[in-house]
């Protein structure tokens, strides 16, 4: 026992949160490489957030899919709705923290 808690309770309780930090790593280098799928209409962005989230569907309501840290460029398609510009297939990024670098955003 380790501050009255079972060592039992204290192994379970680190493989879940190794497990939990491994999830959001692998998260977040695929948005950063995986979601980079611009068409021939696209264009590339810089974040200017802090940290982006980047949604199932262009609404501030949907899940969460990935995030990009301040200042990653990534590819991006024209599209932009209710707000959003699309970043690949389902995914969505605030046009309000995305700042073009390059093409016809």
Same mark, same amino acid.
């Given at each position: 026992?380790?501050?009255?808690?079972?060592?039992?309770?204290?192994?379970?309780?680190?493989?879940? =949160?190794?497990?939990?930090?491994?999830?959001?790593?692998?998260?977040?280098?695929?948005?950063?490489?995986? =979601?980079?799928?611009?068409?021939?209409?696209?264009?590339?962005?810089?974040?200017?957030?802090?940290?982006?989230?980047?949604?199932?569907?262009? $609404?501030?309501?949907? $899940?969460?899919?990935?995030?990009?840290?301040?200042?990653?460029?990534?590819?991006?398609?024209?599209?932009?709705?209710?707000?959003?510009?699309?970043?690949?297939?389902?995914?969505?990024?605030?046009?309000?923290?995305?700042?073009?670098?390059?093409?016809?955003?």
């Amino acid at each position: 026992m380790f501050l009255g808690i079972p060592k039992r309770a204290l192994i379970i309780v680190a493989i879940l =949160a190794g497990v939990g930090l491994i999830y959001l790593m692998g998260t977040d280098k695929q948005v950063s490489e995986g =979601a980079t799928g611009g068409g021939s209409a696209g264009c590339r962005v810089t974040v200017t957030a802090d940290v982006l989230n980047v949604r199932a569907a262009p $609404d501030t309501g949907a $899940d969460i899919v990935g995030k990009f840290n301040q200042n990653a460029e990534t590819d991006a398609q024209a599209e932009v709705q209710n707000g959003f510009r699309k970043i690949a297939e389902n995914k969505w990024a605030k046009t309000e923290y995305l700042r073009p670098v390059s093409g016809n955003c």
